[in-house]
């Protein structure tokens, strides 16, 4: 069994009680603790965390094709530990999913999870003048052990409907994730505005973004951050 814990904010803390599998962002590992000599071992992963080698097949082709593609660590637990992990400095944020709950994440925000998470890769749209917000990883709470630890650069802004049942924006490159159940439909609508002054340089660098409407009961996950990306129609 498994447990995750943040440690100062910036480290990911798994405890393992007997034997288990984790699955890491490769390169992620830092540190461990085993009583009796090193009791886990490093796997890389080839095509995908599923356990139907068709399905693993399938899922590493749609990482690669829709720019979510995540070097995958599977490491095998076999007695009690504890192992850290951490990527650059990032704050670290672990929830433990209920069964049925659902984290829609960018595959560079995804840290670690458990086995108790079925992983896919999901299209949403198409046409959209980004780099990002074509595809998301998404990760679906299926046993009582399943976690999930993201990444945020700095720290992160944390938006809700659930009571309010308000309208949620936010600019894809900004986003870590959105969470909800899997019985609904969670999925953000895809808002562009391009008009002539686009054309003329004269663009306001917020073209496109996701939105939430109140029917949408959702979570969403911001960090203070953009990433590179998009692209800017412009005459020079």
């Not at 086995?115 to 998301?136: E, I």
């Not at 659930?162 to 309208?167: A, E, F, G, H, W």
Request: charged residues 20%; contains cysteine.
């Amino acid at each position: 069994m498994l447990t995750f814990e943040v440690c100062n904010e910036l480290t990911l803390k798994v405890t393992c009680s007997g034997s288990d599998v984790l699955f890491t962002k490769t390169g992620a590992f830092i540190a461990g603790d085993s009583a009796g000599g090193k009791n886990y071992r490093f796997e890389k992963v080839l095509l995908g965390p599923q356990q139907n080698l068709l399905s693993a097949a399938l899922g590493s082709l749609a990482r690669r094709v829709t720019g979510e593609n995540l070097p995958l660590t599977k490491v095998i637990m076999q007695g009690d530990s504890e192992t850290y992990y951490a990527n650059f400095g990032q704050h670290v944020l672990a929830y433990h999913l209920e069964p049925g709950e659902v984290v829609n994440v960018e595959s560079e925000n995804l840290l670690a999870f458990t086995q108790d998470c079925d992983y896919s890769v999901r299209f949403l749209g198409q046409g959209v003048l980004s780099q990002k917000g074509l595809a998301t990883t998404t990760l679906t709470g299926r046993g009582k052990n399943a976690y999930v630890a993201l990444l945020s650069s700095g720290n992160p802004l944390v938006l809700s409907n659930v009571q309010s049942r308000s309208t949620l924006t936010a600019d894809p490159d900004a986003l870590i994730c959105w969470m909800g159940d899997e019985r609904m439909n969670n999925d953000p609508q895809i808002k562009t505005d391009l008009n002539w002054k686009n054309l003329i340089g004269q663009h306001s660098g917020e073209s496109y973004m996701f939105e939430w409407g109140g029917n949408q009961t959702v979570t969403v996950l911001i960090q203070p951050s953009e990433r590179s990306g998009g692209i800017r129609v412009s005459v020079d």
